[in-house]
């Protein structure tokens, strides 16, 4: 199991400041926190931009390739104690854990075919047809304050489809890839435990 370093090791040759995967987590995080004002602002109808989706995008791709972080911050006998969270499934390349956390955690799953999707236009690492993200315009209440009421009649959603289900709100799609990845990487030793108790601050998932 690897151990949580106190000391800030030296970011690889070609990135900015981030040298961990907790670097990595904390700025999904903020990707989160991006997504969730921008949501919020659209809501208020502050602005009518592509700013939902710019982050609904950058916390996609955070969120999938958070898995090669783990895997060049893993040495051998950290990799056997993945095999073992996973079942006992191999761990010889990082194909492997990509496969093992897409299986186990749908939500990092559908992660990895928005992300393949909007970095390829089409998904390029095994196309799911049962994903779907879209942006859906729902029916805005009127406000007697505005005087731009046709322009704002309706307000945008970003939404995705997984299998038969129906459109579900991005954001809760995201949530729940946070949650899986606060649960890995605490058991993993890559970040603190999260700890619960009755002062404990609300999770970034709530």
Not at 53 to 63: E, K, S
Not at 130 to 152: C, G, Y
Request: net charge negative; with cysteine.
């Amino acid at each position: 199991m690897p151990f949580i370093r106190f000391e800030r090791p030296e970011p690889p040759a070609k990135v900015f400041d981030l040298a961990t995967p907790a670097h990595v987590y904390w700025k999904l995080l903020w990707e989160l926190g991006n997504l969730k004002r921008s949501e919020a602002d659209e809501e208020n109808r502050e602005h009518l931009g592509f700013d939902s989706a710019y982050h609904a995008y950058n916390f996609a791709v955070t969120a999938w390739h958070l898995v090669d972080w783990v895997w060049a911050a893993s040495d051998g006998r950290s990799r056997e104690h993945l095999a073992h969270y996973f079942n006992g499934a191999p761990m010889a390349k990082n194909a492997n854990l990509f496969d093992a956390i897409a299986c186990r955690f749908r939500a990092i799953h559908v992660c990895g075919q928005i992300a393949n999707g909007s970095k390829h236009y089409i998904a390029a690492w095994r196309e799911d047809p049962s994903v779907e993200a879209k942006v859906l315009w729902v029916q805005h209440d009127d406000d007697p304050k505005s005087d731009d009421r046709i322009r704002f009649a309706f307000q945008r959603r970003l939404a995705i489809r997984d299998g038969d289900s129906d459109f579900r709100p991005a954001l809760d799609v995201f949530k729940e890839a946070v949650r899986a990845w606060d649960r890995m990487l605490g058991n993993w030793g890559f970040i603190e435990d999260r700890y619960i108790g009755p002062d404990a601050e609300p999770p970034p998932w709530a």
